[in-house]
Nanobody, 114 residues
Framework: QVQLVESGGGSVQPGGSLRLSCVAS????????LGWFRQAPGQQRELVAT???????LYGASVKDRFTISRDNAKNTVFLQMDNLTPEDTAVYFC????????WGRGTQVTVSS
């Protein structure tokens, strides 16, 4: 059974930082392209960042230069370091794994508010 479990969300003030983690099980982790997406209330789910099997990264325009995606294949984990957070970053953040089939986690809430 494939599982993606996100953690690390929470509440933070503007300008703060959070580090999200997503642990995968039931897949050959290193063979998958991984990504983080987010969905704010009333909004469509949007790309935050992706990382390929080779480690190539891609970022959404609104988070570039503030967020960093990385992966640890030995720990079956993908990370999202989020710095200089703004209220516009408030959303549920989802982890995704793709290799032919697509798998999603259930999400973790990030709230940025003063």
């Amino acid at each position: 059974q494939v599982q993606l479990v996100e953690s690390g969300g929470g509440s933070v003030q503007p300008g703060g930082s959070l580090r999200l983690s997503c642990v995968a099980s039931g897949i050959t982790f290193r063979a998958y392209a991984l990504g983080w997406f987010r969905q704010a209330p009333g909004q469509q789910r949007e790309l935050v960042a992706t990382i390929s099997r080779a480690g190539d990264t891609l970022y959404g325009a609104s988070v570039k230069d503030r967020f960093t995606i990385s992966r640890d294949n030995a720990k079956n984990t993908v990370f999202l370091q989020m710095d200089n957070l703004t209220p516009e970053d408030t959303a549920v953040y989802f982890c995704r794994a793709v290799q032919g089939l697509t798998y999603w986690g259930r999400g973790t809430q990030v709230t940025v508010s003063s």
